[in-house]
């Protein structure tokens, strides 16, 4: 299986939506089935032995009541090892005491003569080997290691003190130190994996709705910066319309039919903006700032310098600088008489767009929204954004890209 798949595939592997649902009723039912196993052996014990009924019955009866007690403590150590549940201390201290009881009992029938050699070491075997699951979820991991090498010990020591030797307890001890860490190790490993299931289903969910809030913020900034500087042309051009028509100049109604156009223009780009299909191209931004510029009585000047050269994700992302500049010079810089746009490479392997003007207030311009998405936007090609306020109004903006000319 590939490492380098998604968290959707992974989902999807399991069934959908609801996989880590499905998984963990899985998980619950194998420890079912485990449980089922458990009394199914303890039935083929009982037949297979020749004692008296009273202490066979007495073996069944606890097996089942282990089993049952089992599969009760597997449910509730799951959930406490998810974080949804309460450790399950009073049951893990029955399941102990009925472990200890059958591995007590089954010594005492050896010491009796009631059952032979073999009898203990199956019953031992099993008993551990079932006894060894639930701890390493139920408690920490030295803690139930602790507690499941203590039980084993006890339970040898008990057997050896009841007479088993030779060959039955060199079995006994052998299968014991394989078969006991394994069942722990696959406990702890099955509750690991319903975990990682059910965490890549939230990380699922997280990634959907960083989505969805990614592109709010870039319908947002689009928004913002499409209509910036189309709305702040609309004022000015608006504002001078209506004195020319106090005055009753006929100069007025051009200006009210740019109004309009841009207006329209403006509609298209919103509806470009909705399908995520807006781009800004770098050289008609220029020439459209330099005409929006001079049309407010700023000198405009612009050196082109490399854009016919430049990749189109470079020259979007410049593209929208020049527009957000282009506003925030329309908007702050009441005064301002002229600016600048030079695009440039600073050395092989950067383009360099500075835009510069006077005229501009104290307060830094574009200090809400606009300069902040411009960084975003440059980021993403590992570009900066930087900006300069000196005195008497002069204003610098910078923007740089990593760019390799392939000329």
Known sequence: MSMSMSVEDWVERLGGQDGPERYRRYALGSVGFLAVSEVGLWAVWVVQTDSAALPLASVAVLGVVHALIQ??????????????GPRPVPLMVVYTAVTVAMGALGCVLLASGRIDDGDLTSLTVWLLMFFAGPPALALPIRAGAALVAAVAVACLAGAFAAGLTGSSLVLVISATVVMVPFMAIASRASGWSVRLIEQLAAARETQARLAVAEERLRFGRDLHDVLGRNLAVVALKSELAAQLAQ??????????????????????????????????????????????????????????????????????????????????????AQGAAACTMSL????????????????????????????????????????????????????????????????
Request: proline residues 4%.
């Open 344 to 407: 440039r490479t600073a050395g092989p392997a950067e383009a360099l767009l500075v835009m510069e003007n006077d005229g501009a207030s104290e307060v830094t311009p574009g200090a809400g929204t606009g300069l902040t998405g411009l960084k975003e936007r440059l980021a993403g090609l590992n570009g900066t954004l930087t900006t300069e306020q000196h005195s008497g109004g002069h204003f610098r903006l910078t923007a740089r890209v990593p760019w390799e000319d392939g000329e």
């Open 71 to 84: 599969f009760l403590l597997w449910r509730s150590a799951l959930s406490h090892y998810l974080a949804v």
């Open 247 to 332: 005055r009753g100049r006929p100069e007025a109604v051009e200006h009210m039919v740019e109004v309009q156009r841009i207006a329209r223009e403006s509609q298209r780009e919103i509806r470009s903006v909705v399908r995520g299909y807006r781009t800004a191209d770098l050289h008609t931004e220029l020439a459209g700032a330099r005409s929006v510029l001079e049309a407010a009585g700023i000198d405009c000047r612009i050196e082109y310098g490399p854009a016919a050269r430049l990749p189109s994700d470079v020259q979007s992302a410049l593209g929208w600088v020049v527009r957000e500049g282009t506003t925030n010079v329309l908007r702050h």
